[in-house]
Every structure is written in C-alpha cells, then in structure tokens.
C-alpha cells in the first residue's frame, strides 16, 4: 500500500485556471507539508499542517491555498495559474516533530 | 536562517568506484540530518538519518555517513557505486524544535559502466 498518495500524477493546464493536487497519507502521521521542486530540482517548503493547522507557511502567492480536511489528508489548491507555477509538487507526512518525512511520487505540473 | 550546501552538483563515477557526496549545514544549534535519494521521474527517498547517538549512520543499499559536529558536515559515503546508484541526492537539515526540512540544492550522481 502507498503511505504518501498524490493525485494527479502529471497536470497540464493553461495560464488563468484553477486545479487542485490531493494528497493523503495512511501512515497515521500528524504533519503533512507540502514541497515544491524547480526546474532545478531545487525543493522548498510551501506549507506544514500539524493536526489540521497551518504551522508554516512560507512566502508562497495568495493563489496558493492548502486545506486539511483530516489529518490524513493535506489538499493544493492554486488559483489563476501562471507559467511560473510549472514545476514538481510534492506532499510528505511525518510523525512528529524531529522525525524523517515521507514523500509522495510528485505531481508534474505543466502550466501552458 | 538554516541552510545546507551540497558542495557538488554533478559526481560522475565509475562503476564499482568509491563515492562520496559532501554536505555541510550552517547551524550551531542541535540539528537532525538526513540523505534523501531521487530515482528520475520519482519521489524522494530516506536513505538515512541522524537523529542522536554515533556519529556515523549506515543507510539503505549500503550507503553510510557521517556527522561531524566540528566542521558542520555530514558527509554521503559507499565504498562500491552500482549503475543503479545513478540519482539525484539530497541532503536535508531539520533544526531542533522546527518542523521546516530545509534542503540542499543536490548532487546528481552518475555511475558509468
């Protein structure tokens, strides 16, 4: 079984739109984040959720939002695309504090 | 603000050669570190941590570090690359009582036959 789950997998979508990556976790951890990668392959944290509440947030767009429905799940939301946007996100999930993170596969997105 | 060099982009190897992939971060505090692997068109990996205790930590596919206090390393080591090797690695620092995992740019390791 998948303990970090995206979907989807790969997202091509035109400037201006609104789509959404869904992450889910079954490894009972607390926090999620989420993770996006450059074309440089660069990662950098966007956002961590502890038992549903945003606990970082860093300089990230408005058009960005992420909501945690339960503690398993952690969703991205992102508004009004831009070219800028095209890149790999990735969610990951630990148990707590000072403990390693779990990575999903990615989501490729590709903004044209 | 934490932050981790990997000192080398690009480590291009032979096979069965040895390897050694640096990473130094630049906190004095206490600090957990950690090596991620990145197969192509994948996610990451935990190939090992330091969390406490001795400071040199063996890994998965035979992979060890180690953690020097002192000069802020934390060093990626295999005595015997493989083709399968072939990856991005990431080094990550995780600042005692922070939850941010704050990575280094990676180093592409590419193991020729």
Redesign the interface.
């Known amino acids: 079984d998948t303990a970090?789950s995206q979907t989807p997998k790969y997202l091509v979508t035109q400037m201006g739109n609104d789509k959404s990556i869904k992450c889910e976790q079954n490894l009972g951890h607390d926090?999620m984040?989420w993770y996006k990668q450059d074309s440089?392959?660069?990662?950098?944290?966007m956002f961590?959720y502890?038992n549903k509440e945003l606990?970082?947030n860093e300089t990230v767009p408005n058009r960005f939002s992420p909501k945690s429905p339960d503690k398993a799940h952690l969703n991205l939301h992102i508004n009004s695309l831009e070219l800028g946007d095209s890149a790999v996100y990735?969610c990951?999930s630990?148990y707590r504090?000072?403990?390693?993170?779990?990575?999903?596969?990615?989501t490729r997105l590709t903004v044209v | 603000a934490q932050s981790v060099t990997q000192l080398d982009s690009q480590v291009p190897v032979f096979e069965e050669a040895p390897v050694e992939l640096r990473c130094n971060y630049s906190s004095s505090v206490s600090v957990y570190l950690f090596w991620y692997v990145q197969y192509p068109n994948q996610g990451l990996q935990l190939l090992l941590k330091y969390l406490s205790g001795s400071t040199l930590v063996k890994g998965i596919n035979g992979f060890e570090a180690e953690f020097n206090k002192s000069q802020t390393s934390f060093h990626l080591r295999k005595p015997s690359v493989h083709i399968s090797d072939t990856a991005e690695y990431f080094c990550a620092v995780l600042q005692g009582g922070s939850e941010k995992l704050v990575f280094g740019k990676g180093t592409k390791l590419t193991v020729n036959p």
């Open positions: 970090v926090t984040y440089k392959k660069f990662l950098k944290i961590s502890n606990i970082i990735f990951a630990s504090q000072n403990t390693e993170a779990f990575f999903g596969q990615g």
